[in-house]
């Protein structure tokens, strides 16, 4: 026994050894748990930021000043007075996103118990500000009219009052939730890639028939991909979790750290096993390459990590309780957004588990059987 552990310590650290060596693909990894991070929790923002906006005030009076000063940063930028001529050389210039037009006599009209318009124009190119931003003035200018004639909505009595109150995330801040989900999307990504590319490595180099005159097995061979390629993955994940996440993103983490890392160590046992099954079934790089593409998009796209999982038809999410992602997604979210423990995310960890022995034992298989064909 104590001679097999040595073997995979062996071969495990001459993995390293050749990854280390191995230069763009470290820069690869370091990119993708560093910048890629930062990049993808901060490239979709959903919260209006700087918004550019103009006003048009053909009334000038005390209501239209007073709804001109009610957008202010963060949202919005201090709002611009333009003449009307100047709005489409404006706004084809990309200079504004939004150009309110407030009427002559509208506070005249609003006072007199009718209904004017304002009209609000939209550079819709830039849609997630468009379609935010839209709702974001609507409000505020309602907001002004109704405090302005003395309508507030704190003084109209209803039956029920609503009380909205966003758990774990109070702000809607987009980065939170974006770097965790770039992080699950890469430990996917490289720990399939790095595991399928270390045997495709040895294949290419002519290093797999030096170990097929060695006494070594194809467990052991294995197990040893395996231990390495996942120590790298969970460095890296520990690195980025402190220095990216919390320290640059300044994301809160509220759950376990020590259990999201025993979590990513169960998945990295199926997806590194999933690698080797397809290092082994591939002849080259870029067969790797072919096939990598057309298992990743599905496992990332398809694993509630992007679109929420009851959102799918109930035949795709059948077919994705199959795969050790979708269970690793609802746990990473329940642990570091809700603060779950052990007693909430244990059934999961265990369809993790189970599924990454079905998935190994079968990588094994396939792995031997094509050890076996080359001896």
């Known amino acids: 026994m104590l001679k097999h552990l040595l073997n995979i310590l062996h071969l495990g650290i001459k993995e390293l050894q050749t990854l280390f060596r191995d230069k763009g693909m470290l820069i690869f990894i370091i990119y993708s748990f560093s910048a890629a991070i930062y990049i993808g929790a901060t490239k979709a923002s959903t919260e209006l930021n700087n918004a550019s906006i103009a006003f048009v005030d053909e009334d000038r009076s005390a209501l239209s000043s007073r709804i001109i000063n009610s957008f202010y940063k963060p949202r919005f930028n201090t709002p611009d007075e333009i003449p009307y001529s100047r709005i489409d050389s404006r706004m084809d210039s990309g200079y504004y996103t939004f150009v309110v037009i407030i009427p ?14 304002i009209q609000l124009n939209i550079d819709a190119t830039r849609m997630t500000q468009a379609g935010i931003g839209s709702g974001y003035i609507q409000q505020i200018i309602t907001d002004e009219v109704n405090n302005f004639i ?34 699950i999307g ?28 060695m006494p070594l097995n194809a467990t052991e061979i294995m197990l040893s991909k395996i231990w390495s390629m996942g120590l790298v993955i969970l460095v890296c994940v520990t690195l980025s979790l402190f220095f990216i996440v919390q320290g640059v993103l300044q994301v809160p983490l509220a759950g376990s750290i020590p259990l999201f890392l025993f979590s990513t160590f169960l998945l990295l046992f199926a997806t590194t096993s999933m690698g080797i099954f397809m290092g082994t079934i591939a002849k080259s790089m870029p067969q790797l390459g072919m096939i990598f593409i057309l298992t990743i998009l599905p496992l990332m796209m398809l694993s509630g990590n992007i679109t929420p999982f009851d959102s799918m038809p109930e035949s795709i999410q059948k077919i994705m309780y199959l795969v050790p992602t979708s269970y690793f997604v609802q746990i990473s979210q329940a642990i570091l957004f809700r603060g779950a423990g052990l007693d909430v995310v244990w059934s999961d960890m265990l369809h993790i588990f189970i599924i990454g022995l079905v998935y ?15 001896s």
């Open 104 to 117: 002559a006599n509208f506070e005249k009209d609003i006072l007199s118990g009718e209904t004017p318009d």
């Open 150 to 183: 003395k309508k507030e909505p704190s003084s109209i009595q209803t039956p029920v009052n609503l009380v909205n109150r966003f758990k774990y995330n109070p702000n809607l801040t987009s980065t939170w939730f974006g770097s965790i989900s770039e992080i």
């Open 186 to 213: 890469n430990i996917a990504m490289l720990s399939i890639l790095l595991s399928g590319a270390s045997l495709i490595r040895e294949r290419e180099h002519g290093t797999i028939e030096h170990l097929l005159v």
């Open 360 to 374: 190994f034992l079968f990588s094994l298989y396939m792995f031997r059987k094509s050890l076996e064909s080359q």
